[in-house]
Nanobody
């Protein structure tokens, strides 16, 4: 069992920055991948960025060059640094941990970007 807790969301003006955190606890040694997803109002959840246990990263085209995903194994935390935010980045952001036993999701954190 893995528990994920997201934090760091909030209200920011366009062009601003936020850093989201996803803190993991429980049986975390077998996590293979952690991803950040977002769900804008009235839309489907989509992948924003992912990182493997080996440090390989991938990004949605819409956030490349603006967002950076990173991990701190000592703190069991994955971060999403979001720069140059746009109103279309407004969404609930979730982290997801993938392991052999299945996928685990956090409760989400709201990010609102005002124009």
């Amino acid at each position: 069992q893995v528990q994920l807790v997201e934090s760091g969301g909030g209200l920011v003006q366009a062009g601003g920055s936020l850093r989201l955190s996803c803190a993991a606890s429980g049986v975390i040694f077998s996590i293979s991948t952690v991803g950040w997803y977002r769900q804008p109002p009235g839309k489907q959840r989509e992948l924003v960025a992912g990182i493997t246990r080996f440090g390989t990263t991938n990004y949605a085209d819409s956030v490349k060059g603006r967002f950076t995903i990173s991990g701190d194994s000592a703190k069991n935390t994955v971060y999403l640094q979001m720069n140059s935010l746009k109103p279309e980045d407004t969404a609930v952001y979730y982290c997801r941990a993938t392991m052999a036993s299945g996928d685990y999701w956090g409760q989400g954190t709201q990010v609102t970007v005002s124009s």
